[in-house]
C-alpha cells in the first residue's frame, strides 16, 4: 500500500513537472548595430537583466550586437516580418518607414540643451511620435540616448568651407542629406557596419557620429581629424512587433514594461559619460586631431545649419519644429 502511495505520489509529481518544464521561454530576439559597449549595446544588456528577473526567467532576451544579424536596412524589415521582435534603430533611420517626422530630431542645433531635447522625447511630442508607428504594425516603448555628433574627415575641419566636396558618409535620413549639402559636401547614405572600411579605402573621407560610436568602431584609426562641432544628436527608439507585444500575456506584458522604463532610466544616465570616456579614449590614442570650435567658427556651423531647417520644412513638418522650438525657448 505504502510502494503504491509513493508510486502515485510520483507519478503526480512527475505530472506536475511535466508541463512546466516542457513551457518553453518566450524568446525576444533584440538586434542592433553597434557594438556591446556603447550607450544602446549597455542599454539591451540591462533590458535583457532585467526582463529576465522580472519575469522569472518566462522570456528570454537574445541580443544581436554589431549588426551581427541585421543591418540598419534589413533589420527594420526583419521587425516588421517578425524574425526579430525588438530594435532601437536611431531616429534618422525611420524616415524609409514611412515615418518622416523622426528625422526632426536630425535638424543641426535644433536642440538648445539636453534638457530641451528630454522635454520633448519625455513630454507629448514624444509620445505622439511614437504613436505614429502603431500603423506600420510597430509598437514604440521607449527613446534612448546616445550623444551629440562630431564631424571628422581626413582634412582638417574648422567651418563648413572646409566640407565643400568631401563626400561624407550619412544615416538614411533626407535631413542630413539636406545638411551635409548645406555645408557643400556630397552626402553618401551608408550602412553602420560598413562606414570604417568605407573611410579606409576613402569610398568616404568623412562623418559625423557620437564618440561612443566612432570609438567602438576604431573610425578614430581612419580619421585625422575632427571639429566638435556637436551639431547633430544622435538616439534611438526602441520598438517592438506590434503583434508580438499585443498577443503577450497582460502580465508578462506589464513586467516588460517595467524592466523597459528601468533599462530606459539606466542608459539615459550613462550615455553622456560613455561618450566622455570614449572621447578621452581617442583622444589619448592621439589617433585623429580634434578641433575644438572657437565661437566664430561655431556661429558658422549654426549659420550653415540654419537653411535645413526651412528645406527641410515641408518633410518633418513646420508645426513639429515650432513645437519643438517652443519647448527648447521655455526649457534650460
Ligand atoms: C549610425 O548609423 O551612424 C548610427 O545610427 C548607429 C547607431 O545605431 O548609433
Known amino acids: 500500500m505504502k510502494k503504491l502511495i509513493l508510486a502515485a505520489a510520483s507519478i503526480a509529481a512527475l505530472a506536475m513537472i511535466g508541463p512546466a518544464t516542457a513551457q518553453s521561454p518566450i524568446i525576444i530576439k533584440f538586434s542592433h548595430v553597434v557594438a556591446s559597449d ?13 526582463a529576465e528577473k522580472y519575469t522569472n526567467g518566462k522570456v528570454k532576451v ?20 517578425g524574425t526579430v521582435q525588438m530594435l ?5 533611420k525611420f524616415g524609409p518607414l514611412g515615418v518622416r517626422e523622426f528625422e526632426v530630431f536630425d535638424l543641426p542645433y535644433i536642440f538648445s540643451s539636453p534638457n530641451a531635447l528630454h522635454a520633448v522625447t519625455r513630454g507629448p511630442i514624444g509620445k505622439d511620435l511614437l504613436a505614429k508607428l502603431d500603423a506600420k504594425g510597430i509598437t514604440g516603448l521607449a527613446y534612448w540616448d546616445n550623444g551629440l ?10 567651418t563648413p568651407d572646409d566640407m565643400l566636396g568631401l563626400k561624407m558618409r550619412i544615416q538614411s ?10 555645408y557643400g559636401a556630397v552626402p553618401q547614405v551608408i550602412a553602420f557596419s ?13 562623418t559625423e557620429n557620437p564618440p561612443s560610436n566612432m570609438y567602438t568602431q576604431k573610425m578614430h584609426e581612419v580619421q585625422k581629424y575632427a571639429a566638435i562641432t556637436n551639431h547633430g544628436y544622435i538616439g534611438y527608439a526602441v520598438i517592438v512587433n506590434k503583434k508580438f507585444w499585443d498577443g503577450l500575456p497582460a502580465d508578462i506584458r506589464d513586467q516588460l514594461t517595467k524592466a523597459m522604463n528601468d533599462a530606459t532610466e539606466y542608459t539615459n544616465s550613462i550615455a553622456q559619460k560613455e561618450n566622455d570616456d570614449a572621447f578621452a579614449a581617442m583622444k589619448k590614442s ?14 558658422a556651423w549654426v549659420d550653415a545649419s540654419k537653411p ?12 513639429l519644429i515650432d513645437q519643438i522650438l517652443k519647448v527648447s525657448a521655455t526649457t534650460n
Not at 537574445?62 to 516580418?81: G, R, T, W
Not at 532601437?88 to 534618422?92: C, G, K, N, Q, V
Request: net charge positive; charged share 30%; glycine share 6%.
Open 38 to 50: 556603447t550607450p544602446k549595446g549597455k542599454g539591451s544588456e540591462k533590458f535583457k537583466e532585467l
Open 194 to 206: 560598413e562606414v570604417y572600411q568605407a573611410l579606409q579605402t576613402g569610398v568616404v573621407d568623412g
Open 62 to 81: 537574445e541580443l544581436y550586437p554589431n549588426s551581427q544579424l541585421y543591418k540598419d536596412k534589413e533589420e527594420v524589415e526583419a521587425l516588421q516580418l
Open 149 to 158: 555628433k562630431i564631424m571628422s574627415a581626413n582634412k582638417p575641419l574648422k
Open 173 to 182: 535620413s533626407k535631413v542630413l542629406e539636406a545638411q551635409m549639402k548645406a
Open 88 to 92: 532601437a534603430p536611431s531616429l534618422a
Open 286 to 299: 592621439g589617433k585623429t586631431d580634434f578641433h575644438v570650435l572657437t565661437d566664430a567658427e561655431r556661429k
Open 308 to 319: 535645413v531647417w526651412k528645406e527641410m520644412s515641408s518633410r518633418v513638418g513646420q508645426d
